[in-house]
């Protein structure tokens, strides 16, 4: 059974820093690219990030570029996803995605981890 | 950025009625759209890949069209387990843009 399961979310004030992991159990992890997704309480979904299955590609959405990093330790079946330099903004429910390669949907999602950015 | 906007934000419908729901791309996207349904407190479940093709075990009353800039989710007979939000994505390039979604709910 495919399972992904996110954790290391919290409340961080302002300015602060986070780091999420993602773990990954019942396929074959470094086959797969995988992204963050996030959704502000009450809000839609909005893509964060994606990581090929080798690593050697990343992409981030305008609003964390620079200062999110998301990484990969296909060892270990994990993703992260380092968040420096929080803002309220970035306040939301974060999810870790796997994506189907050749026709490109999320077919597995985790079940998400709250990140609060508040003093 | 590939600019997604569905329509309507929100829906009241009764069980048994036939639901739409279109969604638009700011250019054209060939058949990379996807829907998902997200229930409150739960993560998106895929429902329509490919614009049209019914991922494994959602029931056959879901159903997309669409392609080009314009896709439409259809569920033929809402059952109660169907008042959630729905939300397009197109998967045609990054940023893997979702539309803000629409929300059935119970007239």
């Known amino acids: 059974e495919v399972q992904l399961v996110e954790s290391g979310g919290g409340l961080v004030q302002p300015g602060g820093s986070l780091r999420l992991s993602c773990e990954a159990s019942?396929?074959?992890?470094?086959?797969?690219?995988m992204h963050w997704v996030r959704q502000a309480p009450g809000k839609g979904l909005v893509w964060v990030s994606r990581?090929?299955?080798?690593?050697?590609?990343?992409n981030y959405a305008d609003s964390v570029k620079g200062r999110f990093t998301i990484s990969r330790d296909n060892a270990n079946n994990t993703l992260y996803l380092q968040m420096n330099s929080l803002r309220a903004e970035d306040t939301a429910v974060y999810y870790c995605?796997?994506?189907?390669?050749?026709?490109?949907?999320?077919?597995?999602w985790g079940q998400g981890t709250l990140v609060t950015v508040s003093s | 950025d590939i600019q997604m906007t569905q329509s309507p934000s929100s829906l009241s419908a009764s069980v048994g009625d036939r639901v739409t729901i279109t969604c638009r791309a700011s250019?054209?996207?060939?058949?990379?759209l996807n829907w998902y349904q997200q229930k409150p407190g739960k993560a998106p479940n895929l429902l329509i890949y490919?614009?049209?093709s019914l991922q494994s075990g959602v029931p056959s009353r879901f159903s997309g069209s669409g392609s080009g800039t314009d896709f439409t989710l259809t569920i033929s007979s809402l059952q109660p387990e169907d008042f959630a939000t729905y939300y397009c994505?197109?998967?045609?390039?990054?940023?893997?843009?979702f539309g803000q979604g629409t929300k059935v709910e119970i007239k």
């Open positions: 994505q197109q998967s045609y390039s990054t940023p893997r843009t």
């Open positions: 995605a796997r994506e189907e390669r050749a026709t490109r949907y999320f077919d597995y």
């Open positions: 019942g396929f074959t992890f470094s086959s797969y690219w």
């Open positions: 990581i090929s299955s080798d690593e050697s590609t990343t």
């Open positions: 250019q054209s996207i060939s058949n990379y």
């Open positions: 490919g614009a049209s």
